[in-house]
């Protein structure tokens, strides 16, 4: 993907939104860039720190005034379990994700008798929830989103009917869209699900050491979704290094709740 500065159509550009970023992306998945053979390897210090808490960046997701998304440490969904212990806490319809430092999260949805359906290099598969984790640990994230979850029997008849779906054929940008789509339904996960018209009704606050936050305003949830990825790839260290750049080359300040 590419990156474009961007201002509001109408000219009007608020101090107190923080400096606006347009983000446009050009490329398929980012799930494509998960190597299957790649485990990344830590040491027993930094495995159980990470077994501990994921190391990612509190944030929130707003469209227009309401709150759709929110991932603090207070959420009670957070904690992670090795894929066999995940196992025992999941039920049919479940979202789940995988999580390693320096990879994408991979989400996938629950259907019973030990597997998953999950969207993997530009194919949605049927696969055994330990093989789907590639090593990584897992959470329930059922809780994440704030829209109106279907009924169980749907959610897993959703993933289940997409199975073999591949290329071509697909409707999503990468694992959380789709394993949202089924738990939810909505188009505003699918590729195209809404029209790129200029405004920018979509925001990520991310909540910053000291109080700070920062927001970035997109104009679909499909790119915000691709964003919020990315920070959580390459870590909260490196997010908040970068934003720190990049408030001091634009010589505004984070806000301040």
């Given at each position: 993907?590419?990156?474009?500065?961007?201002?509001?159509?109408?000219?009007?550009?608020?101090?107190?939104?923080?400096?606006?970023?347009?983000?446009?992306?050009?490329?398929?998945?980012?799930?494509?860039?998960?190597?299957?053979?790649?485990?990344?390897?830590?040491?027993?210090?930094?495995?159980?720190?990470?077994?501990?808490?994921?190391?990612?960046?509190?944030?929130?997701?707003?469209?227009?005034?309401?709150?759709?998304?929110?991932?603090?440490?207070?959420?009670?969904?957070?904690?992670?379990?090795?894929?066999?212990?995940?196992?025992?806490?999941?039920?049919?319809?479940?979202?789940?994700?995988?999580?390693?430092?320096?990879?994408?999260?991979?989400?996938?949805?629950?259907?019973?008798?030990?597997?998953?359906?999950?969207?993997?290099?530009?194919?949605?598969?049927?696969?055994?929830?330990?093989?789907?984790?590639?090593?990584?640990r897992g959470r329930i994230v059922n809780e994440l989103y704030k829209f109106k979850p279907l009924g169980p029997d749907m959610v897993v008849q959703n993933a289940m009917e997409q199975v073999g779906a591949k290329d071509r054929e697909l409707s999503w940008r990468n694992s959380e869209c789709f394993a949202a789509w089924c738990k939810f339904g909505k188009r505003e996960f699918k590729m195209g699900g809404e029209i790129r018209i200029g405004k920018q009704p979509y925001r990520l606050k991310l909540f910053l050491p000291?109080?700070?936050?920062?927001?970035?305003?997109?104009?679909?949830?499909?790119?915000?979704?691709?964003?919020?990825?990315?920070?959580?790839?390459?870590?909260?260290?490196?997010?908040?290094?970068?934003?720190?750049?990049?408030?001091?080359?634009?010589?505004?300040?984070?806000?301040?709740?």
């Amino acid at each position: 993907y590419a990156e474009v500065p961007t201002t509001d159509p109408n000219g009007l550009d608020t101090e107190e939104d923080g400096p606006r970023i347009g983000v446009s992306y050009i490329f398929a998945t980012d799930d494509d860039e998960l190597d299957d053979n790649h485990h990344q390897h830590v040491d027993g210090s930094e495995q159980k720190e990470e077994e501990k808490h994921y190391n990612e960046l509190d944030c929130a997701v707003y469209h227009r005034d309401e709150c759709i998304y929110e991932r603090s440490s207070n959420t009670t969904e957070l904690e992670t379990f090795s894929p066999e212990n995940l196992l025992n806490k999941c039920k049919p319809g479940d979202v789940l994700e995988f999580v390693s430092a320096g990879q994408y999260p991979h989400w996938a949805v629950y259907v019973g008798d030990f597997q998953v359906v999950h969207l993997h290099r530009a194919e949605v598969k049927n696969s055994f929830l330990t093989d789907a984790s590639q090593g990584r640990r897992g959470r329930i994230v059922n809780e994440l989103y704030k829209f109106k979850p279907l009924g169980p029997d749907m959610v897993v008849q959703n993933a289940m009917e997409q199975v073999g779906a591949k290329d071509r054929e697909l409707s999503w940008r990468n694992s959380e869209c789709f394993a949202a789509w089924c738990k939810f339904g909505k188009r505003e996960f699918k590729m195209g699900g809404e029209i790129r018209i200029g405004k920018q009704p979509y925001r990520l606050k991310l909540f910053l050491p000291e109080k700070q936050f920062h927001v970035l305003e997109f104009q679909s949830l499909e790119d915000l979704i691709m964003e919020k990825r990315r920070n959580d790839q390459i870590g909260k260290a490196a997010v908040i290094q970068e934003l720190a750049h990049h408030l001091s080359n634009s010589g505004s300040e984070a806000n301040v709740h």
